[in-house]
């Protein structure tokens, strides 16, 4: 069971931090993620990491202003996001799965068997 939260309505340029706890699991060999999605649209890959090593995916969109880390001691996952921009608004979802993916499969949401609720994130002035 996954639960995301720290999403809300913030104004361009500010930042959030999403975090995502795991009841019942660990990742240490796994892998975890953060999707998001808008009314209408497929639900499109943000940011994974590998447990295991720390190795780190980003969709080009958000390459230097996002950042998802892990926290091993908690067993949580979190997702800095900085200068936020209007185009970021979306439900943001946290997965899991427990292989350690290659860079190259990251992105593929049918590769994670375990999802979180969401969190809504609003970036409007």
């Known amino acids: 069971q996954l639960q995301a939260c720290g999403g809300g309505l913030v104004q361009p340029g500010v930042s959030l931090r999403l975090s995502c706890a795991a009841a019942?699991?660990?990742?240490?060999?796994?892998?975890t993620g953060w999707f998001r999605q808008t009314p209408g649209q497929e639900r499109e890959f943000v940011a994974a990491?590998?447990?295991?090593?720390?190795?780190?995916g980003y969709r080009d969109s958000v390459k230097g202003r996002f950042t998802i880390s892990r926290d091993t001691s908690k067993n949580t996952m979190h997702l800095q996001m900085n200068s936020l921009k209007p185009e970021d608004t979306a439900v943001y979802y946290c997965?899991?799965?427990?292989?350690?993916?290659?860079?190259?499969?990251?992105?593929?949401?049918?590769?994670?068997?375990?999802w979180g609720q969401g969190t809504e994130v609003t970036v409007s002035s």
């Open positions: 997965a899991a799965t427990t292989k350690g993916l290659i860079s190259s499969s990251r992105s593929s949401a049918n590769l994670y068997h375990a």
């Open positions: 019942g699991r660990t990742f240490s060999t796994g892998t």
């Open positions: 990491i590998r447990w295991a090593d720390k190795s780190t």
